[in-house]
């Protein structure tokens, strides 16, 4: 009966895949709930490296029926193209289930993308581009064409002549783009994807609730993060979703009282790719050391990630947001060569201290980060798979952590293999 949640509570890029993947060996259902194939989670598995946009992340394991839920935006040909991508590696992806009430990205939504941030000039978000906004902001207008419309050609042409109507009046008038033909648009989405799609299409709200009531074994994949969630992230620079563990509620169609695990994703520090306030964000060559070492370029993007040193007061704040029963980290290892490594506790303010996430967000822009700095452990972690075995100085740095946020830290990942994996609660059992 009870579910599990998996949810960034930074800036995305948490290696929550890693994660997902490590529960969904004990599940039977593996459920996105929001953003679509803006988030990018790679996975590393029997030396094999797999980067996945749209497919949740459960689709590696032959036991599990990866689903893609309502709160989801859905671009067919990504999908269908990274289905294919699965499928020549020898994955399975005939279980997969897409619900008919996601709303699909199409690539009128990816035109206006581009325009729209390319318009915003220096002030712009510094989106994926991949059309999410408009798609959700059409969802939101109540335009927006849904996976089921596929199944029924008539209304598909007519909602898409509707809203190409009013969009290609937008793009010619405001961005001097020539209009997007809805017939020919049609055609090819029907052509190249209804078939395709057809089987996978389904009410994966009546899905989720028989998996609930049968095996209980249900998880519900975040994607992006806390801080980019769209009521309550660092606002406007935030995707346009839910990615706080509420939003699998109305994401996936399940009531709050399901969710019973909540596992917060932190990274041992910090990145953040796009524009927006970021305290604790490192300008030097520490900085340089923890893009170069972690590997911080985009997924799907290719962009150069800003890192920054770990920050408890977000955390603290991402506990709340989501309930978190606890906090697992990722890529420690990523500190392994520093001499000393910094957590941020608090901020000063206008010359006050404060601990709690300000609230208004010119507060954010101005707060200074006040850290606790310990020795670095200047050992190669990747190996460890024990906690006892840790050297001390990397116990104590989680151990600070955990008393800041004030639930205790899981799991902690020292690699990207499935392997490479400490079960740091066991330390403190
Ligand atoms: P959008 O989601 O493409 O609209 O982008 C809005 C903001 O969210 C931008 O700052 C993006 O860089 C950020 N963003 C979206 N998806 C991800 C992700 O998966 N990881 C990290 N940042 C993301």
Redesign the pocket.
């Known amino acids: 009966m009870p579910a599990t949640v998996v949810v960034g509570t930074q800036?995305?890029?948490e290696g929550k895949g890693k994660f997902t993947d490590l529960l969904a060996k004990d599940m039977t259902m593996v459920v996105r709930y929001q953003g679509g194939h803006?988030?990018?989670h790679t996975l590393v598995v029997g030396g094999e490296k797999f980067a996945l946009q749209l497919v949740p992340s459960g689709v590696l394991y032959s036991h599990i029926t990866p689903v893609i839920g309502n709160g989801v935006v859905v671009d067919p040909f990504v999908l269908l193209s990274e289905m294919q991508m699965l499928t020549d590696r020898g994955i399975d992806c005939s279980k997969l289930k897409v619900s008919g009430n996601a709303h699909l990205i199409l690539p009128y939504h990816q035109v206006y993308d581009e325009l729209h941030e390319r318009s915003l000039g220096s002030s712009q978000?510094?989106?994926?581009?991949?059309g999410?906004?408009p798609a959700y902001a059409d969802k939101a207008l109540r335009v927006g064409i849904r996976v089921q419309d596929l199944l029924d050609e008539a209304i598909f042409r007519k909602k898409l002549g509707l809203v190409l109507g009013h969009t290609n009046k937008v793009l010619s008038a405001v961005f001097d783009r020539e209009p997007i033909n809805a017939e020919e648009l049609a055609d090819r989405v029907l052509d190249e994807c209804l078939e395709k799609l057809r089987p996978h299409i389904a009410d994966t709200v009546t899905l989720v609730h028989e998996e609930l009531e049968s095996t209980g074994k249900v998880l519900f994949e975040g994607?992006?993060a806390t801080f980019?969630d769209l009521d309550h992230g660092t606002y406007p620079?935030?995707?346009?979703s839910s990615p706080s563990a509420g939003g699998a509620c109305t994401g996936a169609g399940v009531g709050p009282r399901y969710l019973q695990r909540i596992m917060g994703v932190a990274k041992a520090y910090v990145t953040r790719?796009?524009?927006?306030p970021f305290p604790t964000e490192l300008f030097d060559e520490v900085g340089d050391h923890l893009v170069e070492v972690g590997q911080e370029f985009g997924t799907n993007t290719g962009r150069r990630r800003r890192p920054g040193w770990i920050d408890t007061v977000m955390l603290r704040h991402a506990v709340r947001l989501n309930s978190l029963t606890e906090l697992s980290i990722t890529k420690l290892d990523v500190l392994d060569k520093l001499d000393t490594v910094k957590i941020c506790t608090g901020y000063e303010i206008d010359g006050q201290m404060v601990t709690s996430m300000p609230y208004h967000q010119s507060e954010l822009h101005a707060a200074k980060p006040v850290y606790v700095e310990l020795p670095g452990w200047q050992q190669d972690l990747t190996q460890i798979t024990e906690a006892a075995d840790l050297p001390a100085e990397a116990k104590a740095f989680l151990a600070e952590i955990e008393k800041q946020v004030g639930v205790p830290i899981g799991l902690v990942s020292t690699g990207p293999g499935r392997k490479q994996v400490i079960e740091f609660s066991d330390q403190h059992a």
């Open positions: 800036w995305g890029d803006n988030a990018g978000l510094g989106t994926t581009r991949r999410i906004g994607a992006q980019l620079f935030v995707t346009s790719v796009g524009s927006g």
